[in-house]
């Protein structure tokens, strides 16, 4: 084998390309000829390496590790020619026994057992039940019939697949398929494989989002019974690291990782009653919460009509204002949301209250009213008691230390005493602590003889009169609903479902590389954020799958069991006529119990890929 160098140009521009072929030179009948092994393609390798780099992937292919290159980079590049050489080799081979048996007769051979080796090790068992669920819910059937080429359609696989199994930025994920995992294997190999190829497959699907969510959302519908009576909505954030200026959604905002120094990018999210993402919608990163649900309703309207029509949206308390209840009811859509404070309901009200669930850990109890045409729940929960009392008491007690001290610095030297100041801190101490505030009056008293610059004389605090019902209240809320046929237990328990769409932002957030996000401008993070979307419907769909089954492991757990399935090449010498040889088997690991029965309950075969084999004479 050797290396030469070989120049086409281009006919329209008459640039010229130089490229490096992996050749070999054989006997024909017309004499000496050179046959190309491989293109190795525009390599940065000096001349005077081609002799080492042609030596490195012969030694690599036929087994000698003593002529292996010291020098690292043209290590790497052998390693890369020699998986090509083989694949090419297995592609070759399984098209000459296509036809043949699939259950061959016993091969016995004379093997050097000395000489068995094994790398490549790349890792198939999480692919594997991704790439199936890929195949089930159709993906390659509407991104093709959307105009995408068959080839680009493995990058597109690898880029989803990879927020499941190993997430984060589009350069760890093409690093990740190119040399953790066994992802091409499966879906084939792309014809082009690069980092940029992989920034463009992003656009790719971020262009086809509303193609991409209406079928996903048909097709689980129909792959899975949902009956489609709720839409859940709500909103999550994910932070930026970097500047972003290029970006015009990126804003800063309230975060819920409490990054307050980085800018952000809003989710809004609609899942349906079973957890199965419907919609989603970007927005900037300081949008209010009130102010999405017009957007999302019409969007919902247009493009699932069918799902639109007499549903019940759920939605927290931020959401649910008096102009978005209106709303819902003007578009006919029943509704369950968080009414803002406590409605007409008295402390008199909390002693008629019916437990509808109790457990060792909590107990949930509910008193009704109805009016205009809604009923009003006003729900207490124990659980929710320990906490809400927790925060206040904490706030409590941190408001009232700060209050006894600015009152103690008052006849302390170096101490803030001017009147407006004193009155500014209290108003500072008020905003840091709401919820103690709204329990007491605060009054400082100014000097009764004030001189040029007035002093304050006293700081006094006393408790309001509802501070006992405010304690009677904690762990209350009220729910409001359209719906008044239903029973109290009802409406609670169909509220709480509002938790599946945190379990969404919650699986998106730990185990979907959601955040944070590493793009400067505004398509890029868009795409970042919709793959984790998509990544999701794998990710449920398997969840659900294997829960009607019986096993509720989340998939950061399964993804670890299902690591230990992998594949491998093993390489040996066989003796074959006084001759030497070199084998090369590709072939899966044998999979464990554990992954059997995740593969049985997904309704998969115990092998993802078959056997390969070629020969090195």
Not at 250 to 274: H, I, P, Y
Not at 283 to 312: A, C, F, K, V, W
Not at 332 to 338: A, L, N, T
Not at 420 to 446: H, I, M, N, Q, W
Request: hydrophobic share 35%; charged share 30%; proline share 4%.
């Amino acid at each position: 084998m050797f290396i030469k160098k070989v120049r086409k140009s281009n006919k329209g521009s008459g640039k010229i390309y130089e490229y490096l072929h992996l050749v070999e030179s054989i006997r024909t009948e017309n004499g000496p000829r050179q046959r190309l092994i491989l293109n190795l393609g525009a390599l940065d390798v000096p001349a005077d390496q081609f002799k080492e780099l042609a030596n490195c992937i012969e030694a690599m292919l036929t087994g000698q590790n003593q002529l292996f290159s010291p020098d690292r980079e043209i290590e790497k590049h052998a390693r890369n020619a020699v998986m090509r050489i083989r694949a090419q080799k297995s592609e070759e081979q399984d098209a000459l026994q296509s036809g043949r048996d699939q259950n061959p007769e016993p091969d016995y051979q004379t093997v050097d057992v000395a000489s068995m080796q094994a790398g490549e090790v790349r890792s198939l068992g999480p692919e594997y039940v991704c790439h199936s669920l890929w195949n089930e819910l159709q993906f390659n059937e509407i991104l093709m019939s959307n105009g995408v080429s068959k080839h680009v359609l493995p990058l597109l696989e690898a880029l989803v697949v990879g927020r499941l199994i190993s997430p984060g930025s589009e350069r760890h994920t093409w690093n990740w398929s190119h040399d953790l995992s066994a992802v091409y294997e499966l879906s084939g190999p792309p014809l082009r494989e690069s980092l940029s190829s992989l920034y463009r497959a992003g656009d790719v699907l971020f262009d086809l989002k509303e193609q991409l969510e209406v079928h996903l959302a048909r097709r689980e519908r129909d792959l899975f019974s949902l009956p489609e009576r709720l839409c859940l909505l709500d909103l999550t954030n994910a932070f930026f690291e970097g500047s972003a200026n290029g970006n015009p959604k990126a804003k800063r905002g309230r975060s819920k990782e409490k990054r307050s120094d980085c800018k952000l990018l809003t989710l809004a999210l609609v899942v349906d009653e079973n957890g199965f993402a419907k919609h989603s919608r970007l927005y900037p990163g300081n949008q209010s919460e009130p102010q999405t649900l017009e957007d999302i309703l019409e969007d919902m309207i247009r493009l699932h009509p069918g799902l639109s029509r007499e549903r019940t949206v759920v939605v927290d308390a931020g959401i649910a204002t008096e102009a978005n209840l209106a709303l819902l009811k003007d578009k006919k859509f029943h509704y369950i949301v968080v009414h803002r404070g406590k409605a007409d309901f008295s402390a008199a009200d909390l002693e008629n209250m019916t437990v509808i669930r109790e457990k060792q850990q909590y107990r949930i109890e509910v008193v009704r009213k109805e009016r205009d045409g809604q009923a009003m729940l006003l729900c207490r929960s124990s659980a929710r008691k320990g906490k809400d009392f927790g925060i206040r008491n904490r706030q409590e007690q941190l408001f009232v230390e700060r209050l006894r001290y600015f009152h103690e610095g008052l006849s302390l030297p170096r101490r803030t005493k001017l009147y407006d100041k004193v009155v500014e801190k209290v108003g500072r101490l008020r905003e840091k602590y709401p919820r103690a505030s709204k329990l007491y009056d605060v009054e400082v008293t100014p000097e009764e003889k004030p001189g040029k610059k007035v002093k304050a004389s006293a700081i006094v605090w006393r408790k309001k009169e509802q501070y006992d019902q405010v304690a009677q209240f904690d762990g209350c809320y009220v729910l409001c609903t359209d719906l008044c046929n239903l029973s109290d237990k009802d409406i609670w328990e169909t509220y709480v479902m509002l938790t599946r769409v945190e379990n969404a932002f919650r699986s998106m957030k730990s185990a979907l590389g959601l955040r944070p996000n590493f793009h400067q401008n505004e398509d890029r993070a868009d795409a970042h954020m919709f793959i984790s979307v998509l990544a999701y419907h794998i990710l449920h769909a398997i969840e659900y799958r294997l829960g009607q089954c019986g096993d509720h492991r989340s998939w950061s757990t399964l993804r670890e069991v299902l690591s230990t399935h992998q594949r491998l090449t093993i390489e040996y010498n066989v003796k074959e006529q006084d001759r030497i040889v070199r084998r090369h088997v590709r072939l899966c690991s044998t999979p464990e119990p554990e992954h059997k029965e995740i593969y049985r309950n997904l309704g998969l075969k115990d092998e993802p890929l078959p056997r390969k084999t070629h020969t090195v004479k």
